[in-house]
C-alpha cells in the first residue's frame, strides 16, 4: 500500500490512458475518439514530467554573479529543463493534432450529417 501511495501519479496515468486508449477504440463518435485521443495525450504528458521531477531541484537559470562567485557548479543541484521543454513541444503539437482532428470532423459531419462511424462509413458505400 505504501508503494501505490508513493507511486500515485504513475497510478493516474496509468489510468489516463487507458481511459484515452479505450476512447479511441471503442467508441463510434469521432468527437469521443479525439477527446480520447487529448486524454491519452495528457497521459503521457505527465508520465514524462512525473520521470524528470526532481525533489529539491533548483531552476536552472543561472545568474551573473553565481557563475562568477563559483569556482564549480555543482549539476546535480539543478533540475533538467529537457524535459519540460519536450513536454511544453508536445502539448502545442497536442492542441494542434486535436485541431486538425476536430476540423476533419467538422467536414465529415457537413458530407454525411453525423459523427458515427458505422452511419459514415454506410454512406460511402451508397
Known amino acids: 500500500m ?3 501511495i508513493a507511486n500515485f501519479n504513475y497510478v493516474i496515468v496509468v489510468i489516463l490512458m487507458m481511459i484515452g486508449l479505450w476512447a479511441m477504440l471503442a467508441q463510434k463518435n469521432l468527437i469521443k475518439k479525439c477527446i480520447g485521443m487529448a486524454i491519452f495525450q495528457t497521459g503521457i504528458i505527465l508520465f514524462f514530467i512525473s520521470i524528470g521531477a526532481k525533489n529539491e531541484a533548483k531552476v536552472p537559470i543561472l545568474s551573473k554573479f553565481v557563475v562568477e ?6 549539476v546535480n543541484d539543478y533540475a533538467n529543463p529537457l524535459t519540460q521543454i ?8 497536442g492542441v494542434a493534432t486535436l485541431g486538425v482532428g476536430l476540423a476533419l470532423a467538422q467536414k465529415v459531419y457537413q458530407q454525411h450529417s453525423t459523427f458515427h462511424e ?3 462509413l454506410e454512406n460511402q458505400r451508397k
Open 2 to 4: 505504501e508503494n501505490l
Open 69 to 74: 562567485n563559483s569556482s564549480a557548479i555543482i
Open 86 to 93: 519536450l513536454m511544453l513541444t508536445a502539448i502545442v503539437v
Open 118 to 120: 458505422d452511419e459514415i
